[in-house]
């Protein structure tokens, strides 16, 4: 499972132009991102397949409009994300960029939502994998 995270391709979007990240990978179009919108981390969510079944694409819409929900009330910002296998066998998974939330906020929202991991970008804006269990994987 870490080697898919590792090998997928996510993808932000802002405006007109999209930013691509890889896990491990310093990427300065992200970096420019955090400082444009005024914060120091980021996290990459979605709420599609839960512990990795596959799920109908109702159930995975509806799923993530409660994430978006929830994020929202808990007052942060978001962009459109998305999770995609350059192998393609597994379908892309629509995902939101929560803006400025700390570890344990993200990793509320990943156990909350029946995620392995989410991508947490810190300080340095190196994507890294969140664990469900707390932990970090380059």
Do not use: H
Not at 30 to 54: C, M
Not at 101 to 123: D, H, K, M
Request: glycine letters at 8%; charged letters at 20%; one cysteine or more.
């Amino acid at each position: 499972m870490l080697a898919a995270y590792r090998r997928t391709v996510y993808r932000v979007y802002n405006s007109d132009a999209s930013i691509a990240f890889s896990i491990g990978i310093a990427n300065d179009a992200l970096s420019t991102l955090l400082q444009d919108t005024g914060v120091a981390t980021g996290a990459l969510i979605t709420a599609w397949n839960p512990f990795s079944e596959p799920r109908e694409s109702s159930s995975n819409l509806a799923a993530n409009e409660r994430l978006r929900e929830d994020v929202e009330s808990r007052g942060l910002a978001w962009l459109p994300a998305e999770g995609c296998d350059p192998a393609g066998l597994w379908p892309c998974e629509e995902s939101l960029l929560v803006l400025g939330p700390s570890r344990e906020t993200a990793l509320q929202l990943c156990n909350s939502y029946g995620q392995n991991a989410v991508v947490w970008i810190g300080e340095d804006a190196i994507p890294v994998l969140l664990l469900a269990d707390g932990s970090i994987v380059t």
